[in-house]
């Protein structure tokens, strides 16, 4: 590992904790800052991990230490991946080269990592609803901390963000709701929220034109179409303009707002007043994702996050070149497919929940933006929205990472199973997704959608196969299709122009064995063909079958299986509980002559966070893994003789 260490400025490396930073003064706050800045900046051009956001709030984090008795105070996070400031000023600061290592500090809050983390995050639009639940429970127990939320303006436009204001505004508990505006989710926040923000933080510009514009509207009176609706924006935008934070008022939250979130002290002092307000209220702070480092101000998609080390003044990229062919990733493949389908089938449409780049689901945006859709931070929207169009004849392909896709669960179940809509899921980081956790990791989707009625449920093992299973899935008209893929690179092998259909429920045979069947649902199969030779030079003849689906179930391949083996291992990188090895499992159970055997995926408990390859070693799901348990099944049978 590499352990290099940023040396933090002569300011921060007296602050071990909010206690130190009480005692600089207000005026060498802005040197905190830029310190602050800079160790963050040092430290993840060579570790990599979330970068914009959190150099967006150095001046709102040093704040909030600054006025409030963290952590006693409880300050919480919304997504978490803007915390790396708040981690070094609570103590972490010698530890954050481990960020978000194997076995080092999590990228995001995390509750057993330290008292300052007050509620665990990863994924977005909790923590007005945690903030709220703390504030009332202050009240229950007559205690007397103040509670405050952070949350992103892309972290507003959720559902869940909306619920929590809607229950805030008349419980009348003191809480105060930070709101991050920098314009920004991980690609240009959508939506009209953003729109409305957008209308408050110009405000002058819109009051300066204000007499203009109603002359302007006495004209467009007599106008198209077009011209009309651009007038009645520009309405909203006035009224927006005239009464800012209106929403939030009539949402029950006292507004203040907009302002400068890089003025530090100006910060802290709104801060301090606030303190002394009651109930609900909220302070619309305006930020710049990436302040204080030119690349990641430019480009601010980019830098999001960075995964490879960089210059820290130019920003250039410092990884090791390749003459490689560059590997296509699997969301690459995902989304060149869905474009060559929807060129043919003018049907198929797109839809991500604010993930364009993650999904690579921009490609099809810029490429048919008529039929891609980015329908902001609303995975449960993004699926009844599907279901919607499924229902007029359309074939919506929604591509939404595992782990967000259980935010949007009743609506799998009650908007698309439940009516057989033909939705197809496309399921991008399934199993361990690396450095981002616990809260990331794609374990559950293969139990949670072969537990619905209705549900196709498949994982290709490779670029060719994903292909060949989203053709199938856009011809398929019997209901619900999910297609679930990994993080990362696909295997690089040639991959035919041509789509194939493949049956539902038909798996295909990698290798003949004899001794023992290997099972392997989806990508982890490709550890299961590594493990093949040493299986032989160890004594062991193994099959491989690649199953493509957990359900329908290819009984027939199973029926053969079983016939001709004796011990099977099947493997999936997803949860055992309910998975594919626990379908294969129910499959047998009733069967006279079953085969013996062991179910292998991911057991259950929480899994923490490293590279892929460190958390399947870790699992043992990886071929040497296999190879240990396939060693374990032969010795154990032998033992039985
Ligand atoms: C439920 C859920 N969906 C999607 C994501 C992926 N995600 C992480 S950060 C982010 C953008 C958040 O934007 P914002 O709250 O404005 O924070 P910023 O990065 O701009 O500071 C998204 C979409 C997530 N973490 N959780
Ligand atoms: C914080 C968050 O949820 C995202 O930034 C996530 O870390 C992206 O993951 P990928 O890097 O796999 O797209
Ligand atoms: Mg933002």
Redesign the pocket.
């Known amino acids: 590992m590499n352990n290099y260490k940023a040396v933090p400025g002569p300011l921060l490396s007296t602050i071990n904790s909010p206690d130190d930073l009480k005692k600089v003064s207000a005026d060498q706050l802005p040197q905190v800052c830029q310190e602050l800045r800079d160790f963050i900046i040092d430290t993840v051009s060579v570790h990599g991990g979330?970068f914009g956001?959190s150099l967006g709030v150095v001046e709102l984090t040093t704040a909030l230490h600054y006025v409030y008795d963290t952590p006693e105070d409880q300050l919480v996070w919304d997504?978490?991946?803007q915390a790396y400031g708040h981690k070094i000023l609570t103590g972490r600061r010698d530890d954050f080269h481990t960020n978000r290592k194997y076995l080092g500090l999590s990228?995001?809050p995390k509750r057993t990592e330290s008292p300052y983390d007050t509620f665990g995050v990863?994924?977005?639009s909790t923590s007005i609803s945690a903030g709220l639940g703390m504030s009332v429970a202050r009240d229950l127990l007559q205690k007397n901390n103040e509670v405050v939320a952070v949350i992103g303006d892309g972290a507003m436009t959720a559902g869940m963000a909306f619920e929590a204001m809607n229950n805030a505004g008349v419980q009348n508990s003191d809480l105060l709701v930070i709101l991050n505006d920098n314009r920004m989710s991980?690609d240009p926040n959508v939506g009209a929220l953003n729109e409305y923000l957008a209308d408050i933080t110009t405000t002058q510009t819109f009051n300066k034109m204000r007499d203009d514009l109603y002359n302007m509207l006495g004209y467009f009176k007599g106008a198209g179409e077009k011209m009309r609706k651009m007038a009645s924006r520009m309405e909203a935008a006035l009224t927006t303009a005239l009464t800012p934070g209106s929403l939030f008022r009539s949402l029950g939250f006292k507004y203040y707002g907009p302002v400068d979130g890089h003025n530090v002290k100006n910060l802290a002092r709104q801060l301090h007043d606030l303190k002394k307000v009651s109930g609900p209220k909220l302070l619309h702070v305006v930020t710049v994702k990436g302040k204080g480092f030119a690349p990641a101000e430019r480009d601010q998609v980019k830098w999001?996050?960075s995964?490879s080390p960089f210059d820290k003044v130019t920003g250039n990229s410092l990884a090791k070149k390749s003459n490689d062919k560059p590997v296509p990733k699997y969301q690459d493949v995902f989304a060149d497919s869905l474009i060559e389908l929807a060129k043919k089938n003018e049907l198929i449409t797109g839809i991500t929940a604010a993930?364009p780049?993650?999904t690579s689901m921009l490609k099809m945006m810029e490429e048919i933006p008529d039929r891609a859709f980015d329908v902001g931070i609303a995975e449960q929207h993004a699926v009844t929205f599907a279901a919607g169009l499924a229902t007029q004849g359309l074939k919506p392909f929604v591509a939404i990472?595992s782990t967000?896709l259980q935010r949007g669960y009743d609506q799998v179940v009650h908007d698309v199973a439940i009516q057989n809509l033909p939705v197809v899921f496309c399921m991008?980081?399934a199993g361990v997704?690396?450095?981002?956790g616990p809260?990331?990791h794609g374990l559950f989707d293969v139990s949670y959608m072969r537990c619905l009625p209705n549900v196709v449920v498949s994982a290709p093992m490779d670029e060719q196969d994903l292909r060949n299973l989203m053709y199938t899935a856009s011809r398929y008209g019997e209901g619900p299709f999910s297609i679930r893929y990994p993080?990362g690179a696909a295997t690089g092998m040639k991959v035919s122009p041509e789509f194939e259909y493949i049956t539902p429920g038909k798996g295909r045979t990698i290798a003949e064995g004899e001794d023992i069947a290997i099972l392997s649902f989806g990508t982890i199969g490709n550890y299961a063909a590594e493990a093949l030779d040493e299986l032989k030079i160890a004594g062991i003849s193994a099959g491989l079958y690649d199953m493509r689906f957990a359900k329908p179930l290819d009984t027939e391949l199973l029926d053969d299986i079983s016939r001709k083996y004796r011990h099977i291992i099947t493997i999936e990188d997803a949860a055992r509980f309910g998975g594919f090895g626990s379908a294969v499992a129910e499959y047998y159970s009733d069967k006279e002559d079953r085969p013996v055997q062991v179910i292998m995926g991911v057991e259950d408990r929480v899994v923490e966070h490293g590279t892929q390859k460190e958390l399947h070693r870790e699992l043992g799901l990886d071929a040497q893994g296999i190879v240990e348990q396939a060693k374990l099944l032969m010795e154990k049978q032998t033992s039985r003789l």
């Open positions: 979330h956001a997504v978490g991946h990228g995001f990863g994924h977005s991980i999001h996050a995964g993930m780049s993650g990472y967000f991008d980081r997704a690396g450095a981002d809260t990331h993080r």
